[in-house]
């Protein structure tokens, strides 16, 4: 059972930065992809960017080129950053960590990401 525990949301000013982190334990595969995604109030939940544990990393269009993300592959332990630049108020969103080993996947609780001034 995998566990992932999320921080560093929080209320930002438009142009502003944040950096989430997902902490995942319980890893038992060498291969897996983590990433983030996020949902706005009424909107479905959307992929933000993935990475794979060898480091292979994809964005969605929206957030290319403000946006990175990184991973630390402890083996069992393994931490997701998302480094968030440039933050506009259309990314005010909850941000959910996702773990994916083929058809099994785990979910953070999510994470409050608010850009406003």
């Known amino acids: 059972q995998v566990q992932l525990v999320e921080s560093g949301g929080g209320l930002v000013q438009p142009g502003g930065s944040l950096r989430l982190s997902c902490a995942a334990s319980g890893i038992a595969s060498l291969m897996y992809t983590m990433g983030w995604y996020r949902q706005a109030p009424g909107k479905e939940r959307e992929l933000v960017a993935t990475?794979?544990?060898?480091?292979?990393?994809?964005?969605a269009d929206s957030v290319k080129g403000r946006f990175s993300i990184s991973i630390y592959n402890g083996g069992a332990r393994s931490t997701v950053y998302l480094q968030m630049n440039s933050l506009q108020p259309e990314d005010t969103a909850v941000y959910y960590c996702?773990?994916?080993?083929?058809?099994?996947?785990?979910w953070g609780q999510g994470t409050q990401v608010t850009v406003s001034s």
């Open positions: 996702n773990f994916r080993v083929v058809i099994v996947e785990y």
């Open positions: 990475i794979t544990s060898t480091g292979s990393a994809t964005y």
